[in-house]
Nanobody, 116 residues
């Protein structure tokens, strides 16, 4: 079955960096686009970044452009989110997502808290 396991979250000061990882299993990872979402308390889940399959084309929410970088390692079935210049408004639970055969799959999420 499809499994997505995120890690790498934590508490960081404003201006700091974190790298999130999402290890995937149960499907042919290299054949699917991968997406990072986040959900802050009291807010709807929002798309943060996407990465396509073999070519690895990327797209970002305007709020994170120039600060976050999504990447993937198909040999390790892993998608990453490098987050730099973090701001308090980046505080959220971050989820990775894959849409496979018309169904969305989610990990359990990893908490990112940006605070001094």
């Amino acid at each position: 079955q499809v499994q997505l396991v995120e890690s790498g979250g934590g508490l960081v000061q404003p201006g700091g960096s974190l790298r999130l990882s999402c290890v995937a299993s149960g499907f042919t990872f290299s054949s699917y686009a991968m997406i990072w979402y986040r959900q802050a308390p009291g807010k709807e889940r929002e798309l943060v970044a996407t990465i396509s399959t073999f070519v690895g084309s990327t797209n970002y929410a305007d709020s994170v452009k120039g600060r976050f970088t999504i990447s993937r390692d198909n040999a390790k079935n892993t998608v990453y989110l490098q987050m730099n210049s973090l701001k308090p408004e980046d505080t959220a639970v971050y989820y990775c997502n894959v849409r496979r055969r018309g169904r969305d799959y989610w990990g359990q999420g990893t908490q990112v808290t940006v605070s001094s």
